[in-house]
Structures are given as structure tokens and as C-alpha cells.
């Protein structure tokens, strides 16, 4: 998130309408808000915490709304524009506002909250939506990582660590890893399959492998029985089937003869028809064509005749027409001869309103233009004044400037005067750092000597040497007692040893003498025991001996920094004293007055660089207005020439008509010269339109009378050949007549029978069809019936004999399929009682591994154990400024209960608590955790820039840490990172050059800078 904008009112002690310009601000990378205490520095974030959550750091908004509000103000109203996403590109307006009632001045109405998003250059409302939707972070991790109030700094740090987990899973999204939930819900419905399986089971009941097996191999006794009963059935099927074929063809050959006897009394009825056929075929391929020609020639003969009738009348209406117009226009002709005269008058009189009306513009241009040259002549005046006074300005500041040093001179001395503090406060206790670490080397050295000498330990036998010796020893007793062992297990055994027989362990015929003597094992052991206890007491000697070696080296090496630390503090002192020394000054307290001298000359310096940085606004704002009433000036002198050039232009036109007609309108008005005007113009516009209509109507009356004469023309001449065509149309008719000798008897048939010509036709095909069917069909089945010997006693008795052998089969084939649905459901219950048990095995072993990961996840101990590796990265990130800031002696880590610790290289490197840190070194802790924080989000969100506000907190420090965290924080800009700081610092207030200040009026309440 980057600020751009911040409108408030009425919070706080913020009376009247304050704006924040952020843009200058965030691109100086750095600035500052200083001001006294009680100005109202801090209410500046504070009301941008309001505007984005409606919630206020000092109070509880809904107890104490009074409090918050201004005293005298009736609203409160807070604006905040940002910028948020890659390179901040999409823009947002955060807006709170409260209100008292008006009948009640001490309570308030419902405050408003609202937000808005750019788009183009108008505010679009969103609706249900949060800062935290928009920024991805809530209001509490917001004053813990960007917007950090006073008190707020060092919380993180101090955070629990189930809280800091919590925060950093809002953070950085680590609800995926918060898997107890899923996991105990998987493990429920895992417990429910479980359940469901079981109670399968219970209903699948007692099946096995041996029952299934008899059921099979009856199954497949039956199957071969039933074989051999389907073989005799479709025997007699066969036999069968041939019998009915036979007797099929002997019915067919009685029914077709008696079908033949039909047709032979259908065939005379038949030849009638097929005669009436032809003689249709006749007419309508030859007669009915050409006397539907004949009748159609004659029907658009008729017509055409009346289509000329009616044109020839039509010819006349319009000569009638014609002669009537041309009288009409000759008239019209005569009107239009005058129409160029009255034109040019009408442009004369035209041109003369024209005059008449340049006449006034030029007055009034005129006047503008006197006016525009009486203020350019103010704004001269004045201007000489503003110079004036912005000369002594520039003088005054330039002597201020000469009275004190450069402002890097200046930062010099005060961190030369903090250096010499510093070094005064520091120097004894380096010295008696130093006598520790000496007295703790030699303690050292002498337990390492106790140790060599305890085990003769020298340049040439070392502690391998004597680990190894040791080491033999104890094996070589160690193997003695286990050979004792061994004889003493054996002994058991000796009762089973005969000379000359073998032996029933290894076979062995020699017996060597068993016998064992309690009295050794006690001497045996006792020197085994010794043997691995000096093993034992030189492995934790030596262990111990490095452990001195170790810190002895690093105490050195301390010793040997903080000597080299001690001379580095001789020198720098002595540097400080000699820098100071070119002030005039050679005590501390000296140069601190004179520190004082040249900060209230930089406070002066800085109110005199104020005053004359406004001056230079109103400098600027002059020469605009002056600038912007010059170019006024011009443009009203330009106009006045315009319109005197046009006037002089009409005037000389005017002049050159030759009849001087415009000279009689000098004494009319305006309102008579436009009458005359629109009277001529509308004579001129009737005359022009009527003659256009007569002409365009004349012309349409040629136009049609020409089309009328060609249509007459081409009509008769269409008449008289289709007149032809008619004729001899009739000749061919009769000709066909005389050539098929078609009588009225034939023409009297067709008539007759045109309606039912298709199934007549139908009927003939049909018939002559069917003749050729039966007659074939009788030829082919002849041979057959004469020969066959089977009667229907005999084909009754095939088909009773293989109904009995199919009801037969059908009777087994049932008790065959109950046989094999038993065999099927057994196998079915054994396949799905296998199938169900080894999902219940899967299932109880998923069980057994989500009940693992369960007790992983409960207490949110996932997140937990995640949210460790982001906070290793962040003691990460933050060592980089954390280290350089303490100059390396200091070092943030996590325990095991994640808390933080620190590592202090200047007592040994030991760990100590992050609470035994003193104010200065929490306040550098904490803002390097923050900086990494906010980092961290900033890469989240994939941000250009990131935003870090920080109230207060540099108290703390002391004058060199105060340089240093300053350099760290300047160095921000190289990252991107836009920093504001609250603060009454004094030295702050030197180093940074862009900022705001705030100040307090009795009256008018916190006034911004």
C-alpha cells in the first residue's frame, strides 16, 4: 500500500479541514512529521487506521465517540486515497464520517463507511467490502508490521507464541496447513465406511470356497445331461421343419390352380381396358397439347386487345394535361428574368446589417481592451512590490546560512559530542571486560594443564594415542571375561562327555578339561570394569579438555577485540576532541551549548526558508496572473483589428455598386430592412419552386406520352403475330384429327374414363403381373406334389413328438438355471465378502494413518511447526540490520517454543532472553523485525513500492545508535521503500529535508504545514 492523499476534520484536536499531499512525501522516499507534544503528530496515522477499519487506536470508538471528536466540531470526516498492486496501479478512497445529532449535541448518529475504486476519473461504490479484502491484512497486524503507533513497536516481539502464529497464519495465508478439521472429518466418515462395510459383511453371512465348489461340479453334471436332451430336440426339429416344408408346397400348388381359374375369367375385362388406355395415350400426347394452345392464344388475345384500348385512352389524358401546364411556365420564365436584380440587392442590404452590427462589436472590443491594459498595468505595480520584499528575504537568509556550518558539518559535531559521551560511559567498563577475560584465560589454561597431566598427555603422545591404548585394554579384558562366559555356559554340558565318543555340541572326539572356578570370574570382572570406566573417565576428561580449548579460544579472541575496541574508543575520543576543537570549544558541555546556539539559528533559518519558499508561491502566482492578463491583452487587440478590417471591407463593397440602391435604407431600422428582406427572399424562393414543379411535371408527361406511343406500337405488333400463331394452331388440330381418325365416339370414351386413368392403368400392370406369378410358380411346384408320399396323420405325429421333447428341455433348462443363479449368487456373496474385507483392511490401515496425522494437527501444531520457518526467515532478514546496528554483538534466533532470543557474541555467544535488552537495543530489535515483516508482505503482495510509518521510538536510543538506525532507514529508499517517521527529535528534524510540520493555534486547533 502506498498513501496518496489525506482529507481530516474535526478528530482530535483537528478543527478546521486539513489535506495531506502524500506524492511529495513517498517520492522523497523518507520525511518526517515533527512538531510539540500534543500538536497532533500521531492523530495523522491514527485517522488513517480510522478511515481504512473504523477503529481508533487511543479509544474504543463506541464508548467514547465524544473523546474523539473535536470538541466544537459537529461532523468528524476522514478521506484516505492509496495505492495497492503491482506498482500500486489500482487506486482506492477510504471515507469515515460521524455526526452529532442536531437535537442532542452530545451524542452522535451511525457513523458511514465506506470505500470506493478509481475508475478512469470517476469513484465507483464498493459494496460489502472491507480494508482487510482490499489490503489482505487486518487492522491489528497492520500496527504491528506498516502503520506502527506509540506502544505498539515492540509488540510483535512480545507476542505469545500461539498469538504470533496466529498472526502470521492471517499473514501469510497458512490456513491451508491448519489440517486438524479436514483430518478429524476424514477420519469420521473413514469410521462411517468402516461401519457401513461391517454391516455388508454381516449380511453377506457364511460363504466359503468349499461350498461354491459342490455347487459347481453339479452345475456341470447337469450342463451334460442337458446337452444331450438338446441334441435329440433339434433332431426332431429338423425332421420336422423338412415335413412342413413339404406340406407347405403341396397346399400352394391346390391354391394357385384355383388362383389360375380366377384370371382366366378376369383377362376379356382386361382387354377392354387396355384398349381405353391407348386411346387416352392418343389424346394426350397428340390432340390435348394443341387445343390447350388454341384456347391460351385466344385468351391473350383478348387481353391485349383491351391493354390497347386502354393505352390509346390514356395518350389523350395526358395532351390534355400538357396543353393545360405550358401557359403555366411561360409566366414562371418571366418572373425568374427579375430574380439576379433582386438578389443583388437583397446582398446589398445583407452586407449593410452587417455594418450596422461591426459597429457595435468594435465598441465593445474596444472597451475590453482598455480594460485588459488598465489591470496589466496593476499587475506591473505589484509585481515590483513582491521582488522588493523577496530580495530582503533571499538577503536575511543568506546571512542566517553564513552564521552556522554546513548541515553535514553540523551532524559531524553532534555525533562527535555523542561519540565523547559514548566513550567516557564506555571506557571503564571496557577495562574491566578485559581484566575478566584475562583472569577467566588463565583459570582456563590451568584446568587444561590438570587434565595433561592427569593422563600424561604431550606433544608426542597425544589424546588418540592414549583414547587408542585405552581402547585395547578394555578389549583385550573385555574378551577374557567373554571366553570365561563361554566355559562357565558349557559347563552345564560336561555330564554329556565320554572319552572317545564325539561331542553332541560340535562334534569334536578331544574333550578339553571343562571345569570352572567361581573364584575367577570376580578378579576377571572387576578388571573389565576398570578397563571401561578409565575408557569412560578419559572420553569425558578429554571431552571437557576440548570444551576449555574452545572457550579459551573464543575468550581470546574476545579479548583480543575488545582491546582492539579499547584502543579504536582512545582513538576515536581523540579524533572527537580535535574536531570539536575547530568550534572554539574543548569541553563537552561547551560544545553542547554551542550545538544548542546552532539549532535555534537552523530553526530560525528553517521559519525564514518557509516564509520566503510562500513568498516565491506568491512570485510565481504573479507572474502567472501577469503572464495570463498580457495574453488577454493581445487577444482583445487582435479582436479589435478583426472586426475594424471587416467593417472597412464591407464599407468599401458597399461603395462600388453602381445603382447605390443601399443608400435609400440609410434612415431605416433594422427590423424594416429585414422585412424587406424576407419579402424579396420569399418572392425569389415561390418563384424557383413553382417553376422546378411545372418543368418536373412536364417533363414527367413527355417522359410518360413516349412510353405510350412505344407500348401502343409494341402491342399491335404482338397482336397480329399472335393472331398468326392462333391460325395455324387450329390447322394442326385438325390435321391430328384426320390422322388418328378421331371421332366423337373416341373423344366421348376418353371423357368417360379420364378420371379413373391411373388405377386402370394400375389394374392392367397388376393383372399381367400376377398371370406371370402364378403361371411359373404352378410350372415350378408340378414336379413336387406328384411326388410326395406325406399325409397330415403323419406330420401331426412329428410335431407332438418334438413339442414333448422341447417341454422336456424347457423343464431341466429351468432346473438347470435355479441350479446355476444358486452357484452365481454363492460366488457373487464369496467374490464380494473378499472384495469387502480388503477394503476394510485399506480403510482401518488409512484409519490408523490419519489418526497419526491427527494428533499432528491437533492444537494447530502444523501451523505452528510452518510458522517457524517463516520466522526463521524473518531473524534472517532482520540480522542483516539487526548485526550492523550492534556491530555484530548481538544476534536474534528462535528456541524451540519459538520465542525470541538473542545471541550476545560479547559474553561468550551465549543466548539470553529478547527482554534483558536494554530500551535502545529493543527499539532496534523491533524495527528490524518490522522491516523484514513488512517486506515479507510486500513480496506477498507483489507491491512495487511498500509503506512503513513509525510514531516515535527514537527517544530510546542513544546519539551514535541514533546515527546508525537513521543510515538504515535512509538506505530504505534504495530498496523501494517509502518510510515516515514521527518524531521530536532534534536531529531528525536536521537530516530530514522533506516533512511536514504541525502546529497547534489556540483557536483554530492542529494546523499542517
Same mark, same amino acid.
Given at each position: 500500500?502506498?498513501?496518496?492523499?489525506?482529507?481530516?476534520?474535526?478528530?482530535?484536536?483537528?478543527?478546521?479541514?486539513?489535506?495531506?499531499?502524500?506524492?511529495?512525501?513517498?517520492?522523497?522516499?523518507?520525511?518526517?512529521?515533527?512538531?510539540?507534544?500534543?500538536?497532533?503528530?500521531?492523530?495523522?496515522?491514527?485517522?488513517?487506521?480510522?478511515?481504512?477499519?473504523?477503529?481508533?487506536?487511543?479509544?474504543?470508538?463506541?464508548?467514547?465517540?465524544?473523546?474523539?471528536?473535536?470538541?466544537?466540531?459537529?461532523?468528524?470526516?476522514?478521506?484516505?486515497?492509496?495505492?495497492?498492486?503491482?506498482?500500486?496501479?489500482?487506486?482506492?478512497?477510504?471515507?469515515?464520517?460521524?455526526?452529532?445529532?442536531?437535537?442532542?449535541?452530545?451524542?452522535?448518529?451511525?457513523?458511514?463507511?465506506?470505500?470506493?475504486?478509481?475508475?478512469?476519473?470517476?469513484?465507483?461504490?464498493?459494496?460489502?467490502?472491507?480494508?482487510?479484502?482490499?489490503?489482505?491484512?487486518?487492522?491489528?497486524?497492520?500496527?504491528?508490521?506498516?502503520?506502527?503507533?506509540?506502544?505498539?513497536?515492540?509488540?510483535?516481539?512480545?507476542?505469545?507464541?500461539?498469538?504470533?502464529?496466529?498472526?502470521?497464519?492471517?499473514?501469510?495465508?497458512?490456513?491451508?496447513?491448519?489440517?486438524?478439521?479436514?483430518?478429524?472429518?476424514?477420519?469420521?466418515?473413514?469410521?462411517?465406511?468402516?461401519?457401513?462395510?461391517?454391516?455388508?459383511?454381516?449380511?453377506?453371512?457364511?460363504?466359503?470356497?468349499?461350498?461354491?465348489?459342490?455347487?459347481?461340479?453339479?452345475?456341470?453334471?447337469?450342463?451334460?445331461?442337458?446337452?444331450?436332451?438338446?441334441?435329440?430336440?433339434?433332431?426332431?426339429?429338423?425332421?420336422?421343419?423338412?415335413?412342413?416344408? *413339404?406340406?407347405?408346397?403341396?397346399? !400352394?400348388? %391346390? &391354391? @394357385?390352380? $384355383?388362383?389360375?381359374?380366377?384370371? +382366366? /375369367?378376369?383377362?376379356?375385362?382386361?382387354?377392354?381396358?387396355?384398349?381405353?388406355?391407348?386411346?387416352?395415350?392418343?389424346?394426350?400426347?397428340?390432340?390435348?397439347?394443341?387445343?390447350?394452345?388454341?384456347?391460351?392464344?385466344?385468351?391473350?388475345?383478348?387481353?391485349?386487345?383491351?391493354?390497347?384500348?386502354?393505352?390509346?385512352?390514356?395518350?389523350?389524358?395526358?395532351?390534355?394535361?400538357?396543353? *393545360?401546364?405550358?401557359?403555366?411556365? !411561360?409566366? %414562371? &420564365? @418571366?418572373? $425568374?428574368?427579375?430574380?439576379?436584380? +433582386? /438578389?443583388?440587392?437583397?446582398?446589398?442590404?445583407?452586407?449593410?446589417?452587417?455594418?450596422?452590427?461591426?459597429?457595435?462589436?468594435?465598441?465593445?472590443?474596444?472597451?475590453?481592451?482598455?480594460?485588459?491594459?488598465?489591470?496589466?498595468?496593476?499587475?506591473?505595480?505589484?509585481?515590483?512590490?513582491?521582488?522588493?520584499?523577496?530580495?530582503?528575504?533571499?538577503?536575511?537568509?543568506?546571512?542566517?546560512?553564513?552564521?552556522?556550518?554546513?548541515?553535514?558539518? %553540523?551532524?559531524?559535531?553532534?555525533?562527535?559530542?555523542?561519540?565523547? /559521551?559514548?566513550?567516557?560511559?564506555?571506557?571503564?567498563?571496557?577495562?574491566?571486560?578485559?581484566?575478566?577475560?584475562?583472569?577467566?584465560?588463565?583459570?582456563?589454561?590451568?584446568?587444561?594443564?590438570?587434565?595433561?597431566?592427569?593422563?600424561?598427555?604431550?606433544?608426542?603422545?597425544?589424546?588418540?594415542?592414549?583414547?587408542?591404548?585405552?581402547?585395547?585394554?578394555?578389549?583385550?579384558?573385555?574378551?577374557?571375561?567373554?571366553?570365561?562366559?563361554?566355559?562357565?555356559?558349557?559347563?552345564?554340558?560336561?555330564?554329556?562327555?565320554?572319552?572317545?565318543?564325539?561331542?553332541?555340541?560340535?562334534?569334536?572326539?578331544?574333550?578339553?578339561?571343562?571345569?570352572?572356578?567361581?573364584?575367577?570370574?570376580?578378579?576377571?570382572?572387576?578388571?573389565?570394569?576398570?578397563?571401561?570406566?578409565?575408557?569412560?573417565?578419559?572420553?569425558?576428561?578429554?571431552?571437557?579438555?576440548?570444551?576449555?580449548?574452545?572457550?579459551?579460544?573464543?575468550?581470546?579472541?574476545?579479548?583480543?577485540?575488545?582491546?582492539?575496541?579499547?584502543?579504536?574508543?582512545?582513538?576515536?575520543?581523540?579524533?572527537?576532541?580535535?574536531?570539536?576543537?575547530?568550534?572554539?570549544?574543548?569541553?563537552?558541555?561547551?560544545?553542547?551549548?554551542?550545538?544548542?546556539?546552532?539549532?535555534?539559528?537552523?530553526?530560525?533559518?528553517?521559519?525564514?526558508?518557509?516564509?520566503?519558499?510562500?513568498?516565491?508561491?506568491?512570485?510565481?502566482?504573479?507572474?502567472?496572473?501577469?503572464?495570463?492578463?498580457?495574453?488577454?491583452?493581445?487577444?482583445?487587440?487582435?479582436?479589435?483589428?478583426?472586426?475594424?478590417?471587416?467593417?472597412?471591407?464591407?464599407?468599401?463593397?458597399?461603395?462600388?455598386?453602381?445603382?447605390?440602391?443601399?443608400?435609400?435604407?440609410?434612415?431605416?431600422?433594422?427590423?424594416?430592412?429585414?422585412?424587406?428582406?424576407?419579402?424579396?427572399?420569399?418572392?425569389?424562393?415561390?418563384?424557383?419552386?413553382?417553376?422546378?414543379?411545372?418543368?418536373?411535371?412536364?417533363?414527367?408527361?413527355?417522359?410518360?406520352?413516349?412510353?405510350?406511343?412505344?407500348?401502343?406500337?409494341?402491342?399491335?405488333?404482338?397482336?397480329?403475330?399472335?393472331?398468326?400463331?392462333?391460325?395455324?394452331?387450329?390447322?394442326?388440330?385438325?390435321?391430328?384429327?384426320?390422322?388418328?381418325?378421331?371421332?366423337?365416339?373416341?373423344?366421348?370414351?376418353?371423357?368417360?374414363?379420364?378420371?379413373?386413368?391411373?388405377?386402370?392403368?394400375?389394374?392392367?400392370?397388376?393383372?399381367?403381373?400376377?398371370?406371370?406369378?402364378?403361371?411359373?410358380?404352378?410350372?415350378?411346384?408340378?414336379?413336387?406334389?406328384?411326388?410326395?408320399?406325406?399325409?397330415?396323420?403323419?406330420?401331426?405325429?412329428?410335431?407332438?413328438?418334438?413339442?414333448?421333447?422341447?417341454?422336456?428341455?424347457?423343464?431341466?433348462?429351468?432346473?438347470?438355471?435355479?441350479?446355476?443363479?444358486?452357484?452365481?449368487?454363492?460366488?457373487?456373496?464369496?467374490?464380494?465378502?473378499?472384495?469387502?474385507?480388503?477394503?476394510?483392511?485399506?480403510?482401518?490401515?488409512?484409519?490408523?494413518?490419519?489418526?497419526?496425522?491427527?494428533?499432528?494437527?491437533?492444537?494447530?501444531?502444523?501451523?505452528?511447526?510452518?510458522?517457524?520457518?517463516?520466522?526463521?526467515?524473518?531473524?534472517?532478514?532482520?540480522?542483516?540490520?539487526?548485526?550492523?546496528?550492534?556491530?555484530?554483538?548481538?544476534?536474534?534466533?528462535?528456541?524451540?517454543?519459538?520465542?525470541?532470543?538473542?545471541?550476545?557474541?560479547?559474553?561468550?555467544?551465549?543466548?539470553?532472553?529478547?527482554?534483558?535488552?536494554?530500551?535502545?537495543?529493543?527499539?532496534?530489535?523491533?524495527?528490524?523485525?518490522?522491516?523484514?515483516?513488512?517486506?515479507?508482505?510486500?513480496?506477498?503482495?507483489?507491491?512495487?513500492?511498500?509503506?512503513?510509518?513509525?510514531?516515535?521510538?527514537?527517544?530510546?536510543?542513544?546519539?551514535?545508535?541514533?546515527?546508525?538506525?537513521?543510515?538504515?532507514?535512509?538506505?530504505?529508499?534504495?530498496?523501494?521503500?517509502?518510510?515516515?517517521?514521527?518524531?521530536?527529535?532534534?536531529?531528525?528534524?536536521?537530516?530530514?529535508?522533506?516533512?511536514?510540520?504541525?502546529?497547534?493555534?489556540?483557536?483554530?486547533?492542529?494546523?499542517?504545514?
Amino acid at each position: 500500500m502506498i498513501p496518496l492523499r489525506l482529507e481530516l476534520e474535526g478528530i482530535y484536536s483537528y478543527k478546521e479541514r486539513q489535506i495531506v499531499d502524500f506524492t511529495s512525501l513517498t517520492d522523497a522516499g523518507l520525511f518526517g512529521i515533527f512538531g510539540p507534544v500534543g500538536s497532533g503528530k500521531s492523530t495523522i496515522p491514527e485517522s488513517i487506521m480510522l478511515a481504512l477499519y473504523g477503529d481508533p487506536e487511543r479509544m474504543s470508538l463506541q464508548n467514547n465517540r465524544a473523546s474523539l471528536m473535536h470538541l466544537t466540531s459537529e461532523k468528524l470526516h476522514v478521506e484516505f486515497d492509496f495505492g495497492v498492486g503491482l506498482n500500486n496501479e489500482r487506486i482506492f478512497k477510504a471515507v469515515f464520517s460521524l455526526k452529532r445529532k442536531k437535537r442532542n449535541f452530545e451524542e452522535f448518529e451511525r457513523p458511514d463507511h465506506d470505500f470506493y475504486e478509481k475508475k478512469g476519473n470517476s469513484w465507483e461504490a464498493l459494496v460489502n467490502v472491507t480494508a482487510e479484502d482490499i489490503l489482505g491484512i487486518r487492522a491489528e497486524d497492520m500496527r504491528r508490521t506498516m502503520i506502527i503507533p506509540q506502544g505498539k513497536f515492540k509488540e510483535f516481539i512480545e507476542l505469545g507464541a500461539s498469538n504470533r502464529a496466529e498472526m502470521l497464519q492471517k499473514l501469510f495465508g497458512l490456513d491451508a496447513f491448519d489440517l486438524y478439521d479436514q483430518t478429524r472429518a476424514i477420519r469420521i466418515e473413514l469410521k462411517d465406511q468402516m461401519n457401513v462395510i461391517s454391516g455388508e459383511l454381516l449380511g453377506i453371512g457364511e460363504v466359503d470356497e468349499a461350498i461354491a465348489e459342490i455347487k459347481r461340479n453339479a452345475v456341470s453334471a447337469q450342463i451334460r445331461v442337458g446337452e444331450q436332451m438338446n441334441q435329440q430336440s433339434d433332431t426332431l426339429s429338423l425332421q420336422l421343419k423338412d415335413a412342413e416344408k *413339404e406340406w407347405e408346397h403341396v397346399k !400352394e400348388y %391346390l &391354391l @394357385l390352380t $384355383e388362383q389360375l381359374a380366377e384370371l +382366366k /375369367e378376369r383377362k376379356s375385362i382386361i382387354a377392354e381396358q387396355n384398349e381405353f388406355i391407348y386411346l387416352y395415350d392418343v389424346y394426350i400426347k397428340n390432340l390435348k397439347p394443341l387445343e390447350d394452345r388454341a384456347k391460351e392464344l385466344k385468351s391473350r388475345l383478348d387481353k391485349l386487345k383491351e391493354s390497347i384500348a386502354e393505352s390509346k385512352a390514356k395518350r389523350e389524358r395526358c395532351n390534355e394535361s400538357r396543353n *393545360e401546364l405550358q401557359p403555366e411556365l !411561360e409566366k %414562371l &420564365l @418571366l418572373r $425568374e428574368e427579375s430574380i439576379p436584380q +433582386k /438578389e443583388d440587392r437583397i446582398h446589398q442590404l445583407k452586407r449593410l446589417r452587417e455594418r450596422y452590427a461591426l459597429k457595435d462589436i468594435l465598441d465593445n472590443r474596444n472597451s475590453e481592451k482598455d480594460a485588459w491594459m488598465e489591470k496589466f498595468c496593476q499587475f506591473t505595480e505589484a509585481g515590483e512590490v513582491l521582488l522588493k520584499e523577496g530580495e530582503s528575504l533571499d538577503l536575511k537568509r543568506k546571512q542566517l546560512k553564513s552564521s552556522i556550518p554546513e548541515r553535514k558539518v %553540523l551532524m559531524q559535531f553532534g555525533q562527535s559530542i555523542q561519540s565523547l /559521551e559514548s566513550i567516557e560511559s564506555s571506557s571503564s567498563s571496557l577495562d574491566q571486560r578485559i581484566s575478566k577475560l584475562e583472569k577467566e584465560i588463565i583459570s582456563l589454561r590451568s584446568s587444561v594443564s590438570e587434565v595433561e597431566k592427569k593422563w600424561a598427555l604431550n606433544e608426542s603422545r597425544d589424546g588418540n594415542v592414549v583414547l587408542k591404548e585405552l581402547q585395547d585394554h578394555a578389549d583385550y579384558q573385555a574378551k577374557l571375561y567373554d571366553q570365561w562366559k563361554e566355559k562357565r555356559h558349557l559347563q552345564q554340558y560336561g555330564h554329556l562327555l565320554h572319552d572317545g565318543e564325539p561331542c553332541p555340541l560340535c562334534g569334536s572326539v578331544e574333550h578339553p578339561d571343562p571345569f570352572i572356578h567361581e573364584s575367577e570370574e570376580y578378579p576377571l570382572f572387576e578388571a573389565y570394569e576398570n578397563a571401561q570406566r578409565r575408557l569412560i573417565d578419559f572420553s569425558n576428561d578429554r571431552s571437557e579438555m576440548e570444551r576449555f580449548l574452545t572457550s579459551m579460544k573464543e575468550k581470546e579472541q574476545n579479548l583480543i577485540a575488545e582491546k582492539q575496541l579499547l584502543q579504536e574508543t582512545a582513538e576515536g575520543k581523540a579524533l572527537a576532541i580535535s574536531f570539536i576543537k575547530t568550534f572554539g570549544v574543548t569541553t563537552i558541555q561547551e560544545a553542547k551549548e554551542k550545538l544548542k546556539v546552532f539549532s535555534e539559528v537552523a530553526d530560525s533559518l528553517m521559519s525564514l526558508e518557509t516564509t520566503t519558499s510562500g513568498h516565491r508561491q506568491k512570485e510565481i502566482q504573479w507572474r502567472i496572473n501577469q503572464e495570463a492578463c498580457r495574453k488577454e491583452l493581445e487577444i482583445a487587440e487582435k479582436a479589435c483589428v478583426e472586426v475594424q478590417t471587416k467593417w472597412n471591407s464591407i464599407e468599401e463593397e458597399l461603395n462600388k455598386n453602381e445603382d447605390d440602391f443601399w443608400k435609400s435604407y440609410l434612415d431605416k431600422s433594422d427590423e424594416e430592412i429585414s422585412k424587406d428582406i424576407a419579402v424579396v427572399e420569399r418572392f425569389i424562393l415561390d418563384t424557383k419552386m413553382k417553376s422546378v414543379e411545372v418543368k418536373k411535371r412536364l417533363d414527367a408527361l413527355n417522359s410518360e406520352l413516349s412510353g405510350l406511343d412505344l407500348l401502343i406500337l409494341e402491342s399491335e405488333k404482338n397482336f397480329n403475330e399472335l393472331e398468326i400463331e392462333r391460325r395455324d394452331c387450329e390447322d394442326s388440330l385438325e390435321k391430328v384429327q384426320v390422322q388418328y381418325q378421331w371421332t366423337s365416339t373416341a373423344q366421348e370414351k376418353v371423357s368417360r374414363f379420364i378420371g379413373d386413368i391411373d388405377s386402370l392403368r394400375k389394374s392392367s400392370n397388376d393383372f399381367a403381373i400376377e398371370w406371370s406369378n402364378v403361371t411359373k410358380r404352378l410350372d415350378e411346384l408340378k414336379g413336387i406334389s406328384t411326388t410326395s408320399r406325406l399325409t397330415i396323420e403323419i406330420l401331426e405325429e412329428l410335431r407332438t413328438r418334438e413339442a414333448k421333447a422341447k417341454a422336456d428341455f424347457q423343464i431341466f433348462s429351468e432346473s438347470l438355471g435355479k441350479l446355476k443363479a444358486e452357484l452365481e449368487a454363492i460366488e457373487s456373496a464369496l467374490k464380494r465378502k473378499l472384495e469387502k474385507e480388503k477394503e476394510l483392511d485399506d480403510l482401518q490401515l488409512r484409519d490408523d494413518r490419519f489418526s497419526q496425522l491427527e494428533k499432528l494437527f491437533k492444537g494447530k501444531g502444523f501451523v505452528k511447526f510452518i510458522s517457524g520457518f517463516y520466522l526463521e526467515e524473518l531473524c534472517r532478514a532482520a540480522n542483516k540490520r539487526f548485526m550492523a546496528l550492534t556491530r555484530n554483538r548481538l544476534r536474534i534466533e528462535l528456541n524451540d517454543d519459538l520465542e525470541f532470543m538473542v545471541r550476545d557474541y560479547l559474553n561468550g555467544g551465549k543466548t539470553r532472553k529478547m527482554s534483558t535488552l536494554s530500551g535502545g537495543q529493543t527499539f532496534q530489535a523491533s524495527l528490524c523485525l518490522a522491516l523484514a515483516l513488512s517486506e515479507r508482505l510486500k513480496s506477498i503482495h507483489q507491491s512495487g513500492r511498500s509503506f512503513f510509518f513509525l510514531d516515535e521510538g527514537f527517544g530510546s536510543l542513544d546519539r551514535e545508535s541514533l546515527a546508525m538506525v537513521f543510515e538504515s532507514l535512509k538506505s530504505l529508499r534504495k530498496e523501494n521503500r517509502v518510510v515516515g517517521i514521527i518524531s521530536h527529535v532534534e536531529e531528525l528534524k536536521q537530516e530530514i529535508e522533506v516533512g511536514l510540520r504541525i502546529e497547534l493555534d489556540v483557536e483554530r486547533g492542529s494546523l499542517i504545514k
